[in-house]
């Protein structure tokens, strides 16, 4: 079974408007990490927004929001006010702490393109 | 710059060449991963290094996959007789020990194998 699962390959939104990106995920932890991460055509991956299991409210960085449903197993990332720059793949990923030993491997989901039209 | 480098960003080898790829990750990084992401797909955890000591190989593909840490800073993944499903993307992170909330990746290394 997948442990982050993308369902959106590719999104487009317009430019100014908001735009959701799905993931879901799947574990037994009870203490984990998601994180989501921007990958522009230059490859780096680029951090954008952290949540953890145990965080009471959704993590917002700026224009980024985490929208965490804890039951669902979902961890959305809206991006609001999109502009030309935020084309781009991003990536969920999560982090696992079983028996509270991780030391902060991710296990990434397969991505969704994400394209700004002006 | 304080960043993540690797080099070389991109490598051609041949099928059957042996390859080197080096991250320099940030200072003070006690933590340091590898990652491959083949074309079109998310990155995958090859391997784990705290300081110089590898805790996690797990990842590695084949034990034609060999990285090491000597010194507990610069990092180097080696392929010996590359194949053509070693064409990917190699990533490395690096984070402070404990600071599981944040983990900054390099350029990458992009190899192609012809």
């Known amino acids: 079974a997948q442990k982050i699962t993308q369902t959106q390959p590719g999104m487009f939104v317009q430019e100014k408007e908001a735009v959701t990106l799905d993931c879901t995920y799947d574990t037994s932890d009870q203490s984990y990490g998601l994180f989501w991460y921007k990958q522009p055509s230059s490859g780096e991956m680029i951090f954008l927004i952290y949540?953890?299991?145990?965080?009471?409210q959704n993590a917002t960085e700026g224009r980024y929001s985490l929208n965490f449903q804890k039951a669902r197993k979902s961890a959305n990332l809206v991006i609001s006010a999109s502009q030309l720059g935020d084309s781009a793949m991003y990536f969920c990923a999560m982090r696992e702490d079983a028996g509270g030993t991780s030391y902060g491997k991710l296990t990434f989901g397969q991505g969704t393109i994400l394209t700004v039209h002006p | 710059g304080a960043g993540v480098s690797q080099s070389p960003r991109y490598k051609v080898a041949k099928r059957g060449q042996d390859v080197a790829l080096r991250c320099d990750p940030i200072?003070?990084?006690?933590?340091l991963f590898w990652y491959q992401q083949a074309l079109g797909q998310g990155p995958e955890f090859l391997t784990y290094?705290?300081?110089?000591?590898?805790?996690?190989k797990s990842g590695l593909p084949s034990d034609r996959f060999f990285a090491e840490r000597p010194e507990g800073s610069v990092s180097t993944l080696k392929i010996q007789r590359t194949q053509q499903e070693d064409s990917a993307v190699y990533l490395c992170?690096?984070?402070?020990?404990?600071?599981?909330?944040?983990?900054?990746f390099g350029p990458g290394t992009r190899l192609t194998v012809t």
């Open positions: 992170a690096s984070s402070l020990q404990g600071r599981l909330y944040e983990q900054y």
């Open positions: 290094f705290q300081n110089e000591a590898q805790l996690d």
């Open positions: 949540q953890g299991s145990y965080d009471e």
């Open positions: 200072s003070g990084h006690v933590s």
